[in-house]
């Protein structure tokens, strides 16, 4: 929703367009790969991979390029507001569903839980500066490399980090008021 609104990419889409403009891949093909190299960043945060974070690494990226493919981009400015806001939503609310049903949280959730488990003097890291950091990195690499920044981006941002939180600590079965996340269940 939010590419077809033409407003600005999300922070990681950013990267990933800049990715694929430098590169034979897709946009799409860039997330898988993308999600490759950022699960190799969980092994010192000791994050475990599941089903869930799995599915994620893959159909993520071949349901974009499907969506950009097939969705129509809405021509009144107000409707691709209304786009992007409802996907900025939906990424919040998705992203709380699919991590508390605690089948392994996607590539970049795993990253974001895993540096919200870390402590930095003496104190945790919350799930949105998390959140936060983690889409700032990928929004300057992505625009080095030739991704598209606009107001959507920046919308993205800093809604991004307090709707996982909201949305987490509402369908997570367990989510502790410390903001620790737990593992995955083993299957």
């Known amino acids: ?3 077809e609104s033409e407003l600005g990419l999300s922070p990681w889409d950013v990267l990933h367009q800049g990715i694929s403009r430098k590169t034979p891949l897709s946009i799409g093909g860039s997330v898988i790969v993308v999600s490759g190299l950022v699960l190799l960043l969980w092994i010192p945060l000791k994050q475990r991979l599941g089903v869930g974070t ?7 990226g071949i349901v974009l ?10 021509q009144a400015l107000w409707l691709r507001w209304v786009v992007l806001l409802a996907g900025i939503v939906l990424v919040g609310f998705g992203s709380g ?3 508390g049903v605690r089948l392994g949280p996607g590539p970049r959730d795993g990253l974001m839980t895993g540096l919200a488990n870390t402590t930095i003097a003496d104190r945790r890291v919350s799930i949105r500066l998390a959140r936060f950091g983690i889409e700032s990195a990928a929004l300057v690499v992505g625009w080095l490399l ?18 996982v939180q909201f949305f987490l600590e509402r369908f997570d079965m367990g989510f502790h008021e410390t903001g620790i996340i737990p593992a995955p269940k083993r299957l």
């Open 146 to 163: 030739g991704g598209t920044v606009g107001l959507g981006t920046v919308a993205f941002a800093l809604l991004i980090g307090p709707l």
């Open 54 to 60: 799995i599915a994620n690494a893959i159909t993520i």
């Open 1 to 3: 929703m939010q590419v």
């Open 65 to 74: 390029d499907i969506t950009v493919a097939f969705h129509p981009t809405p």
């Open 97 to 99: 569903v699919y991590i």
